[in-house]
């Protein structure tokens, strides 16, 4: 660190330099730049890392809820085998929020440089923005379950319970008139055996007032006893034939029966699905109304995008003058020149002008080497073109009798020769 007499920076501790790495502040550059600039990057980095703390603890929350064991109430039961998968799980989306916070946050820039956020600033933080929103939202809406936990359970139990009275009215009407025919029925074949009973019953005590009850083959009344025998054959009759249809409708009720409660059964275990995180969402969001739910969203939104609204309004400390010396002094060092604002584009927008030196000089070399390749080559070529040409004016028969088909030659005697473009062939 240079030490001045006028100004000394203070040491920074580990915390302040964790929090300025979560920031995307240059530790090099802070520890040489003012109080303030440390201060504020420290700033900007615990509010990253308390996103991603928060973060964390939404996600876990979260996926305990959705996946752990719950009781007949919907009240969460304790599991350690869902503590820890919830911790793992809030670990990893912690540490995805924080990185996705600290690449908006890095990559926010200052802006123009001063504390008003313009137009256009805030045009190019759009995306930021939207992202930071989402983020927000999903933080904000496990927490908001968590904080009224108690007030949504008791919702929970009698929406629970009132979703599965509609469910027992609608199974229960469903085979109403099905049961009510065969109790009916069932009824019907009963009244037909008891008044054959009746009938029997009477056909015997008149018999019995006219003849004595020791005297069935009464020949005075022997045709009251062949009605009391008819009756008992009819009694007997009906009480067999209306028993096996009593039984059968019986087997067909109990059937219904048992259809009726395992759709009881299906109603309950429907009911259940009720106690999911959707269902406490929007039973938090009828607890605590719109304004609460806005006003917990909008805090968070509000943590998530200070920094970059921060960063907007920030203006130029030594800490950016700084920053932008070394970026200057790293350009130079590669050999790369930037004149800011030197020409507009064809939709009016002013850009800068990026040269590459070292680019340049390299593409430079190349081509120069390339052009002197060529100029060898056109040389080299004029002087084989010579001396041929010198071969030729001295034994002109040779030339004429030459072979081109297979770059033979051949001479004046018919033998082969040299090939003119290999005289070493």
């Known amino acids: ?31 040489r730049a003012t109080y303030s600039d440390q201060i504020k990057y420290m700033c900007l980095g615990g509010i990253v890392v308390a996103t991603g703390l928060m973060a964390g603890l939404a996600g876990g929350y979260a996926f305990y809820t959705i996946f ?31 990185n996705i916070d600290r690449f908006i946050v890095t990559s926010t820039g200052k802006g123009d440089g001063t504390e008003k956020i313009t137009l256009e600033e805030f045009k190019t933080a759009i995306p930021r923005i939207i992202m930071g929103i989402i983020i927000a939202i999903t933080i904000s809406k496990p927490i908001e379950i968590r904080m009224f936990q108690s007030e949504i359970q008791s919702e929970l139990i009698k929406k629970k319970q009132d979703q599965e009275n509609v469910y027992k009215i609608g199974v229960e009407n469903r085979h109403k008139n099905k049961l009510a025919l065969l109790e009916k029925d069932i009824q019907n074949q009963t009244d037909q055996i008891n008044q054959k009973k009746i009938a029997l019953d009477l056909s015997n005590t008149t018999a019995i007032e006219k003849c004595g009850s020791n005297n069935p083959n009464c020949k005075y009344h022997i045709g009251i006893w062949n009605i009391v ?49 959707l269902a406490r969402i929007k039973i938090c969001h009828e607890i605590a109304g719109f304004w609460i739910t806005l006003f917990i969203t909008l805090l968070f939104v509000a943590i998530e995008l200070t920094p970059i609204f921060f960063k907007l309004m920030l203006t130029k400390t030594p800490y950016d003058y700084l920053t932008e010396n070394r970026d200057d002094l790293i350009r130079a060092e590669n050999g790369i020149e930037v004149k800011y604002e030197y020409y507009t584009d064809k939709k009016g927008i002013e850009r800068h002008l990026v040269i590459n030196h070292e680019a340049e000089k ?12 060529r100029d060898l080559t056109e040389y080299a070529l004029q002087k084989y073109k010579e001396r041929e040409q010198k071969k030729i004016d001295e034994n002109l028969d040779n ?19 040299n090939d003119p473009l290999n005289p070493n062939a």
Do not use: C
């Open 68 to 98: 752990s064991p719950k009781s007949i109430e919907g009240e969460l039961l304790d599991s350690i085998p869902h503590y820890f998968m919830a911790i793992l799980f809030g670990v990893i989306w912690g540490l995805i929020i924080y």
């Open 1 to 31: 660190m240079i030490k001045r007499d006028y100004y000394e920076t203070p040491s920074s501790s580990r915390v302040m330099r964790a929090l300025w790495k979560a920031a995307g502040g240059d530790r090099y550059i802070l520890e």
């Open 362 to 373: 390299l593409v430079f070399e190349r081509s120069k080497l390339a052009e002197i390749q």
């Open 229 to 277: 025998k008819s009756e008992e054959n009819n009694y007997n009759t009906t009480r067999i034939n209306n028993g096996n249809r009593i039984n059968n409708l019986i087997i067909e009720r109990d059937t219904v029966l048992a259809i009726q409660k395992r759709e009881l059964g299906q109603a309950q275990s429907d009911g259940k699905k009720l106690d999911g995180l």
């Open 399 to 417: 030339f004429i009798f030459t072979d081109y088909k297979y770059g033979d030659t051949l001479n004046d005697k018919g033998e082969q020769g």
